[in-house]
């Protein structure tokens, strides 16, 4: 999985909702600090969700990027679909 910006949805994250075993695939969180439409800590969040969903979380945070992806995102991307 792959998420530029990623972050679950919704006014707040409901832990119950999130069920299921990702069997150690590769998931790879990138953002910006800050980002006017994901905050930082929705993705932290996202990221220790996945994580006990026994994911393997990559998470990046970009200082001042705005909500824009850039190219280490798309590396970064490429990498684990490779």
């Known amino acids: 999985m792959i998420a530029f910006t990623g972050g679950l949805i919704g006014d707040k994250i409901y832990q119950e909702n ?4 990702f069997s150690g695939k590769p998931v790879f969180l990138g953002t910006s600090d ?6 930082v800590e929705r993705v932290r969040d996202t990221a220790g969700i996945l994580t ?3 994911a ?4 990046k945070i970009y200082k001042k990027m705005g909500h ?4 280490d995102e798309i590396d970064e ?6």
């Open 18 to 21: 999130y069920k299921g075993d």
């Open 34 to 39: 800050p980002d006017p439409q994901v905050s």
């Open 52 to 54: 006990k969903m026994n």
């Open 56 to 59: 393997q979380v990559a998470k």
């Open 68 to 71: 824009t992806i850039n190219k």
């Open 77 to 82: 991307a490429n990498r684990i679909l490779q």
